[in-house]
């Protein structure tokens, strides 16, 4: 169990972890029986008397004296015998602290296992760059909040494997929608599946298919995300495929401008999405430049500022050239945002986040991101950094960090 959950066997065999762990069911029950043959004893109120002949009766030998009709002298000394004995004690309890979390989780399998009769329809595969594959889906009585995650199961590839991605599509949209990449057996092999449904056609959204093929939907689940709202200012940091959430967040801001509604908490928005290659860009670049451009219709671009920034590059020259050619269009080079530039290298995170509080001066500004554990540590000091800068500063700005890593 300890050498499966390595980040690089989880990552890469996921079911090698999944089902290795699941080894806790035999454990546990192995443990309720180890307790009832009594081989490991407890002393504790251990108590012996002397009777009038110098011999001596212990509580913990009673059920010695019990077998063979011996006639104990202090009638006290075996009163509730099944809690006091050696082994009952542990016998006894094992079932409230084993026993009772064992019922609670298979509650949750099953409620889990019944889901699977309301299925989602999976009514079309969209193909981005990257690669990476879109799943549209529709399930009766689907109700989420933006930037939420589910566990997804396909029958034809497992009965019992469930597997997270987060939700791409906004709580408007009559679809839920997620946008997976190859990387680890399963998705592989789910990803061949839908090859196996689908009808290809091309249309303006690019390669995408037409399905009509079921598979299990358990969530949503919520994530530090669905505090976003509560704050004025709000910065949205992802790091590679850690942009997924903010895809439904960012719809779900275009879709309350576009009905009007103004009053939903988040007046600004800065959104940073870290990328070490260039090519991972491709692959949400047509979700983000989709709600760019819807913003900027509605004449509501100050909601949001995009900050892509490519931490790594190995002096690509045909790369450099597009951007230095590029330099005067309206479209950035390597994302192809309107309106966008690209930043190389990371961001320097305690100089633009005072930055950022001196703009939006008076106000309790969101941090969320999702991504790595030890870029998390570095924004994490970087806020607090950031506070005690504004307060040296006499500003009543004041950063507020929330992270999901994976």
Known sequence: MVTSSIKIVRRSFFEVFWFTHHLFIVFFICLLFHASGQMITSLQGARCITDSNGGEWCNYKCDEYLKNDAKVPDDDLCVDLVFKGPGYINYSKSYWWVGVPLIIYAIDRIVRWTRRFNPAVVYKAIEHPGPCLELRMRKRGWKQQAGQYVFLQCSELSLFEWHPFTLTSAPEENYLSVHIRKSGDWTGALLKTVGKHSKA??????????????????????????????????????????????????????????????????????????????????????????????????????????????????????????????????????????????????????????????????????????????????????????????????????????????
Not at 228 to 248: E, R
Not at 275 to 301: P, Y
Not at 342 to 360: H, L, S
Not at 386 to 396: C, F, K, M, P, Y
Request: net charge negative; aromatic share 14%; hydrophobic share 35%.
């Open 201 to 406: 056609k091309t249309t303006k959204e690019g390669k995408n298919a037409e399905l009509n093929f079921h598979i299990a939907v358990d969530g949503p689940y919520g994530t530090p995300s669905d505090d976003i709202f509560k704050y004025k200012t709000t910065v949205l940091i992802g790091a590679g495929v850690g942009v997924t959430p903010y895809a439904s967040i960012l719809k779900s801001v275009w879709y309350k401008l576009k009905s009007g509604n103004y009053n939903f908490g988040v007046k600004k928005i800065y959104f940073y999405w870290l990328c070490s290659d260039a090519s991972v860009f491709g692959w949400f670049t047509s979700v983000i430049k989709e709600v760019v451009n819807e913003l900027k219709e509605l004449d509501c671009s100050d909601y949001l500022e995009v900050r892509p920034h490519l931490t790594r590059f190995n002096n690509d020259k045909d790369m450099m050239e597009n951007v230095a050619m590029n330099m005067d269009s309206e479209e950035d080079a390597i994302t192809s945002l309107p309106g966008v530039q690209t930043r190389f290298g990371r961001p320097n995170w305690f100089k633009d986040f005072v930055a950022i509080g001196q703009e939006n001066e008076g106000t309790d500004i969101g941090v969320f991101f999702c991504g790595p554990a030890i870029l998390s540590e570095s924004l994490d000091k970087a806020c607090s950094l950031a506070n005690a800068e504004l307060e040296e500063q006499s500003s009543n700005s004041m950063f507020f960090y929330n992270k999901e890593n994976f």
